[in-house]
């Protein structure tokens, strides 16, 4: 790329790779931001960087800038696969977990038992605990060396570098007793002296906190290419092809050729290519994939239509008014790859604390080495002493207090039809107020259902629905569809049937012509409303009401409602115990809305909120001081999941809802939702007591490791009894009940 020398700053977008944590992509960052004009924002989730460039710079100088602070970059193209470098990458951390575990069960009996048990012992048995453990230290634990010699390069630290000196602390003091240590006299435990050959056994210590560590690294990477997922996502429901109208002839180009003011044409079946405005044709198009609404809407001349929707029945012709970065669709993808930079991590804490942490262990373990060579001792004694610091402080319950709280809260949240992603939903749950609730698909079924028949004339109610029926049995309109369930089998033949302009139908049912549809089809078939039916049809705003003519008088009327999801008003009632404010937030009138949320209980709606309205109106919320949880199933849902200070999706709707929320409530109950904030605040309480009881155990062993009166063995099993007192605290969620 050459260089821009002239003009107003430009943006280019970067993929960086080589981070391990938060701390790189602030460390990143801040190196980004010493080159003179330049604003960068780098995003961990999906490991980018976004860097605004003045003239005079070129892209080549920030992706030096990004080898200088010891990471990688390239420039990245608009048709990079993201996805597969990141599955590269969790692939490989699969296989490097999987030796690790192969090998530290039988290293961990092996090195232990035969270290205390001397009549267990053979010829050649440390050689053989050396090279079981050799792959675990080489190939499973290099991504944490390959880090630590990163940091210390550049002058800093971070976990991976205790990590890192601890594996290989513990594996070299092995070594080096295997080597050396024949003759050695064993350690006073204040019961008895050891036997000889007892600190040959750290091995387990090097290949468990591998392992460990391992495999937190790899769940907390799967975890972040859920954001890379929910931007492929977005983007995979753009066209990538356009038929423009050209000169009166219709051209197949890429849609990237396309230009506001140009005409395309869109057929049935087909994606919209762009935002525009309809010039020509009457259709149906199906929103849902965009608005999360269930019922298509109706397209004529002059009305507006959104890109990423799909056209269902006629031919239409189209001006793009939209293209490109400036299309709803792509305005979301920005709304969500933004809200993703914002998301925290309850790690982050580990790792603001290392900063400190580490340098501090370093520290101590050199003083530890250093006062007692100075006190007159052997370098045995000075070695062990520093060994025994490096291996006390090594952060395995740090390690082990997320994943494992993960796993368990996961594991229970999943038996009753809850999936927690990660520590950033934990984290969020504890200060949320407020939860907003999308109403299509996530309050109500998302699908229409006949709620009452009415008829004006001396027929029956049961005739009425059964010559709608039959001639909507022809149809494929959700409406028709509603209506045909209702009318039930055994309905009459239909003859001479015709769609009509409005979402309406006519066709011959017994000989008689019948016509079922709105207001304005009635006029457009010479049929005329009385009083009584126009009183009717304004009686009630919160449901679609549709008319049915026979013989050109209208016989009846049909109404039809998204019906509201069983447990919708007991999950509402139960958020309000738990003292949480609730919101109604949908793209229907303010009469349906409101309809609604009187039925469940909602005091609050915001209705008529356009898509891409949806995530400034959580914005809104957010700038009064709430914390807001979002809970919906549509793609539109999909930038407010992902700013929302936590985001909960049902995983019956779009994917692209799925990928961007934090929780994803699996089965189709809203009373699920009370239960995954409820198990989210457990779960993150007990993640923040691990945290405390990791880092004061760190603390007051090391003091003891210093001063020799921790030995490197008595320092590895009291590190292994810090993670199984972690671990059996994170197994304490197994106990939680839903509904308590």
Known sequence: MTALLTGAPASVELAVSGMTCAACAARVERKLNKLDGVHASVNYATERAVVHLPPGLAAEDAV??????????RVRLRDDDSRAAHTAKVDDLRRRLVVAAVLAIPLGNLSITLALVPALRFPGWE???????LPVVGYSAWPFHRAAVR??????????????????????WTVWSVLFGA????????FG????????????VAAGVTTFLLAGRYFESRSRRSAVDLLAALAGLAAKDVRVLRDGVERVVPVAELRVGELFVVRPGEALAADGQVVEGDSAVDVSAVTGESVPVEVEPGSRVVGGTVNQAGRLVVRATGVGANTQLAQMSVLVEEATQRKSSVQHLVDRVCAVFVPAVLAVALVALGGWLAAGYGVREAFTAAVSVLIIACPCALGLATPTALVVGVARAAQFGVLIKGPDALEATRAVDTVVLDKTGTVTTGRMSVVDTTPFTGVSAVDVLRWAGAVEAASEHPIAEAVVRAAGADLPAVTAFRALVGAGARGDVDGHPVVVGSLASMAVEGVTASASVHRWLLAEMASTRVLVARDGEVVGGIALRDTVKPGAAAAVARLHRLGLR????TGDNAVVARAVADEIGITEVMADVRPAEKAAAVEVLREKGHRVAVVGDGVNDGPALACAD???AMARGSDIAVQAADVVVVRDDLTAVPDAIVLANRTLGVIRGNLVWAFGYNVAAIPLAAFGLLNPLIAGAAMSLSSVLVVTNSLRLRGFTPGG
Request: glycine share 12%; proline share 2%.
């Open 193 to 204: 002296t050891t036997t000889s050959g007892a600190d040959a056994v750290y091995l387990d």
């Open 183 to 190: 003759d050695r006299p064993g350690y006073w435990l204040g």
């Open 127 to 133: 050689a053989l605990c050396v090279l079981l453990a």
């Open 646 to 648: 936590l985001g909960m």
């Open 151 to 172: 940091t210390l390069r550049h002058g800093s630290s971070s976990m991976d570098t205790l990590v890192s000196l601890g594996v290989l602390a513990s594996f070299g």
């Open 64 to 73: 030096e800038a990004v080898r200088r602070a010891g990471y990688d970059a």
């Open 582 to 585: 609730t919101v109604l937030l």
